[in-house]
């Protein structure tokens, strides 16, 4: 019998599945983090919708795919708004409606809602003319460097910039640009 014949000792075994497991480790811890940084500092995806204020396009408890690398906001985006920026003391949700250096005025008598002297068409997410609860903000109200002033789709339960509890909000406090839905799985995508 041939010495070279022999067949692999049970340590070179060992040691050949043990340098299999090291290489897998070597390739999936940096995916690993290169997947952590970009969930936690580019995109979000933990992100759901919290009551009624966003319906009829966002229902209580939808989840959402979220961009926080989005630096340019402007009319009509959905954004997510950290705790902090209001004094609600919950993340919020809320439409784009003015930015920086326009002017928002709503007419309560019609419900519309007007930016720089330009009735809104917001046929495309709500009914237009339905903004007719007051609160504690008076109109017209012109948005300051650095905020936005949002509204929720649902005027009638939504607590938004109309209210001093919430007010303009800080750009700072936005999580992030809403890309679109990720639960319920027969609405993915839409927005």
């Known amino acids: 019998m041939n010495p070279?014949?022999?067949?692999a000792s049970?340590?070179?075994g060992k040691n050949n599945a043990a340098s299999t497991c090291f290489e897998w480790m070597e390739a999936l811890i940096p995916a690993?983090?290169?997947i952590m940084?970009?969930?936690t500092f580019l995109f979000r995806v933990n992100i759901v919708v919290n009551g009624p204020s966003m319906e009829p396009n966002l229902?209580?408890?939808y989840k959402l795919f979220t961009s926080c690398v989005e630096p340019n906001l402007s009319r009509g985006d959905i954004v997510v708004i950290d705790a902090k920026g209001t004094s609600l003391d919950k993340r919020i949700v809320k439409r784009v409606i003015a930015t920086e250096g326009q002017t928002v005025n709503i007419d309560f008598n019609t419900g519309i809602v007007s930016v720089d002297g330009v009735e809104l068409d917001e046929s495309s997410y709500i009914q237009n003319g339905i903004t007719k609860d007051e609160a504690d903000v008076t109109f017209?109200?012109?948005?300051p460097a650095g905020h936005v002033f949002v509204l929720g789709d649902n005027r009638t339960v939504s607590e938004d910039?109309?209210?001093s509890e919430v007010g303009m909000i800080d750009r700072r406090y936005i999580i992030g640009?809403?890309?679109f839905i990720i639960m319920p799985f027969e609405k993915l995508g839409k927005l």
Do not use: Y
């Open 177 to 179: 640009k809403v890309k």
């Open 4 to 7: 070279n014949d022999t067949a």
């Open 59 to 61: 229902m209580d408890g």
């Open 37 to 39: 940084i970009l969930f």
């Open 140 to 143: 017209p109200q012109k948005v």
């Open 10 to 12: 049970p340590e070179t």
């Open 32 to 34: 690993l983090i290169i």
């Open 161 to 163: 910039s109309r209210f």
